[in-house]
């Protein structure tokens, strides 16, 4: 007969994973990928090292998880954006500036989840979440170009990619922990972000906006 796992055994495996990826979450959060290694992990979890590998074969495999859980709420929240009423421009620069906002709540995060060097299997998990951000942008460039509310002599998904490459490249220097970066609970640490946040999301809704002249 084979054997099958209790529900208390099935919680504890599952309740051991969560406490795996909040800590290795927490641990990116404080110091990036580098920073970040099996066995500090394992110690913030309270497991040992060698339980880690039992759900994760590598540092890797684990990180590239964490990457697309986090990355995938911030998909999940531009796309109920996109979903939203209002005009197609009105959406895109909602999105756009809700993205910064968020990434500038926690700066190291969001320099770890775009910008910082790491393993290939971490990489190739953030081109997919890329990919999913620059396809909700193109839902909402689409939905403006059939309401002529965009201009119509670009590609959807041409512009999506030069979009979401343009605001992601516009937050390396922000987010970098390089950067002087104040403490986010100021007043004028929020003011800041709310400035950054408006002139990104207003660069990129001016590159696709229907233009009073001629377009070249």
Request: charged share 20%; aromatic share 6%; hydrophobic share 45%.
């Amino acid at each position: 007969m084979a054997y099958r796992q209790t529900p208390a055994v099935e919680a504890r495996l599952q309740d051991n994973r969560s406490r795996i990826l909040d800590s290795a979450r927490t641990l990116v959060s404080e110091g990036g990928w580098r920073e970040a290694q099996v066995a500090s992990v394992a110690a913030a979890a309270g497991i040992a090292t060698g339980t880690v590998y039992r759900y994760f074969p590598s540092k890797a495999e684990l990180f590239a998880e964490v990457l697309s859980a986090v990355s995938q709420r911030e998909v999940d929240v531009l796309t109920e954006i996109a979903k939203s009423d209002g005009t197609a421009i009105v959406r895109l620069h909602a999105a756009v500036g809700t993205f910064v906002r968020r990434a500038m709540r926690n700066p190291r995060l969001a320099y770890a989840l775009i910008a910082e060097p790491c393993d290939r299997e971490i990489d190739e998990a953030r081109m997919t979440y890329r990919a999913a951000i620059s396809e909700v942008v193109r839902s909402i460039i689409t939905s403006g170009q059939l309401a002529d509310e965009m201009r119509s002599d670009v590609q959807s998904d041409i512009a999506a990619s030069v979009i979401v490459g343009g605001f992601m490249e516009g937050l390396i220097g922000p987010l970098s922990p390089l950067s002087r970066q104040q403490n986010n609970a100021t007043d004028i640490y929020r003011h800041e972000v709310a400035i950054l946040a408006d002139q990104i999301a207003l660069l990129a809704c001016a590159s696709v906006a229907v233009s009073s002249g001629p377009t070249r």
